[in-house]
């Protein structure tokens, strides 16, 4: 039973370019969230996904951030025209329920790297 | 908005010490979650309190709905339970974390 699977796992990308970040939740999984972690400071909520279904926005940056899920296929984040600030780990989760009860399964995360 | 507050922010403890941390916040939540993020990044979940205690293995999380405060102890702390440690508000609103070190 494979966890959840993000890719790429390092991505570098020079200012003004696109970042997409790939999220495959768990199997039976339909609930993805999207966090940031920034260098020393702590995750940051961004996005809640149901499949086709955008839940929660509050925490992403109204310019330049858009999140998708499918009803096939993986859950992307993408981020465009980079910036130096955009560098960070970006973490997906998924849970079964979408419950705040519900237990969220982490996947390795995505290590951006702005030049 | 809910602020939570963790501390102490690091931590550095001999082998088979009892180690807490704890997690303070400000708005009345549902659940909270503690989780365990390794030294290479990645996170697991530990676990998911509405009230009262849980115990798993050498943890044990407690949970005080009217005080807005929960704790993390470890017992018998061992160098693997190095990592940093992070309490979650309903799953969305985190704190900064306790980087605990155990040293042999």
């Known amino acids: 039973n494979a966890g959840v699977m993000q890719n790429p796992r390092h991505l570098v990308r020079r200012r003004g370019q696109e970042a997409r970040l790939r999220c495959s939740p768990m199997?039976?999984?339909?609930?993805v969230y999207w966090y940031r972690q920034l260098p020393e400071e702590g995750l940051k909520f961004m996005v809640y996904?149901?499949?086709?279904?955008?839940?929660?926005e509050s925490g992403m940056p109204k310019e330049r951030f858009s999140a998708e899920f499918p009803k096939e296929g993986p859950s992307i984040l993408r981020i465009q025209q980079v910036v130096r600030g955009d560098s960070a780990a970006y973490f997906c989760a998924s849970s079964r329920h979408g419950t705040v009860t519900d237990t969220q399964y982490f996947g390795p995360g995505t290590r951006l790297t702005v030049l | 908005k809910n602020e939570v507050e963790q501390s102490p922010q690091n931590l550095t403890a001999q082998e088979g010490e009892f180690i807490t941390i704890n997690c303070s916040y400000s708005v009345g939540i549902s659940a909270l979650h503690w989780l365990q993020q390794h030294p290479g990044g990645g996170i697991v979940s530990l676990f998911m309190l509405s009230s009262g205690k849980k115990k798993h293995g050498r943890l044990i999380a407690t949970i005080n709905i009217q005080e807005k405060h929960s704790s993390l102890h470890i017992t018998a702390s061992h160098p693997r339970d190095s990592a940093v440690y992070i309490c979650?508000?309903?799953?969305?609103?985190f704190g900064k974390g306790t980087h605990l070190i155990i040293q042999p």
């Open positions: 979650a508000c309903d799953g969305l609103t």
């Open positions: 996904l149901q499949k086709e279904n955008i839940i929660d």
């Open positions: 199997k039976g999984h339909s609930h």
